[in-house]
């Protein structure tokens, strides 16, 4: 099956920093990657559609200035929590489709926990 | 047996039976469905998915079920073992490039 990956797979910030998390389809390409947010023992929230070479496609609720998502080609997607806080702190996962296949699967990354303290 | 409360619903099984894991979505325009399994710490892992023109498709020792009429989809997994305990997730879409709507979960616990 298509591989997707995600760096890093754990980051504990200070509050007040920016972390990027990136997701890389390994073994396809993808013009579409999604990203998820994940609280323990919850389902996985969409964030935002991330799109190859335009601006991405936030949910409803979620701040497009606080959470930057750049698709700068088909292999990669990087989310980057500006400013954490504590309450940023949770299971951010990313998840692509391949393109070639024109399959509507999704392929999930392995997924990284943010601390922010 | 089943149970529903704060947390997410729970199925424990005997190791070797079959499990039945339900769900039930929320759009009728939905023509894409797909099971994944997460384990604690890891991201979903892409089961078995169905087609709105199907009912029933099978892979190895798992077996999707459509019910379109009652929005309703099932995934059964024979002789369950206990690598299979892992918290299941349904998601539909709508054809395209749309996301995907993701269900509660269920946990499976595999009693051994």
């Known amino acids: 099956g298509a591989v997707v990956s995600q760096h890093p797979s754990r980051v504990i910030c200070k509050s007040g920093t920016s972390v990027k998390i990136e997701c890389r389809s390994l073994?396809?390409?993808?013009?579409?990657m999604f990203w998820y947010r994940q609280f323990p023992k919850k389902s996985l929230m969409l964030m935002a559609t991330?799109?190859?070479?335009?601006?991405?496609?936030?949910e409803q609720g979620v701040e497009k200035d606080k959470f930057l998502i750049n698709h700068a080609s088909l292999t990669l997607s990087t989310l980057t929590v500006t400013s954490a806080h504590p309450e940023d702190s949770s299971f951010y996962i990313c998840?692509?489709?391949?393109?070639?296949?024109?399959?509507?699967?999704?392929?999930f990354g392995p997924g990284t926990r943010l601390t922010v303290l | 047996g089943e149970s529903v409360g704060l947390h997410l619903p729970t199925l424990s099984v005997q190791e070797g039976d079959n499990s039945i894991i339900n769900c039930a979505y929320s759009?009728?325009?939905?023509?894409?469905f797909i099971w994944y399994k997460q384990e604690s710490g890891k991201g979903p892992q892409f089961i078995i998915d169905?087609?709105?023109?199907?009912d029933k498709r099978q892979g190895q020792r798992v077996t999707v079920l459509l019910n379109k009429t009652v929005k309703h989809l099932s995934l059964q997994i024979a002789a369950t073992q206990p690598g299979d305990s892992a918290v299941y997730f349904c998601?539909?879409?709508?054809?395209?490039?749309?996301?995907?709507?993701f269900g509660k979960g269920t946990r499976l616990s595999v009693i051994a």
């Open positions: 759009n009728s325009a939905s023509d894409y």
């Open positions: 998601a539909e879409s709508y054809s395209g490039n749309t996301p995907l709507v």
């Open positions: 073994d396809f390409q993808a013009t579409t």
């Open positions: 998840s692509a489709r391949d393109q070639q296949r024109h399959t509507d699967t999704q392929y």
């Open positions: 169905i087609r709105s023109n199907m």
């Open positions: 991330s799109n190859e070479g335009s601006k991405a496609t936030y």
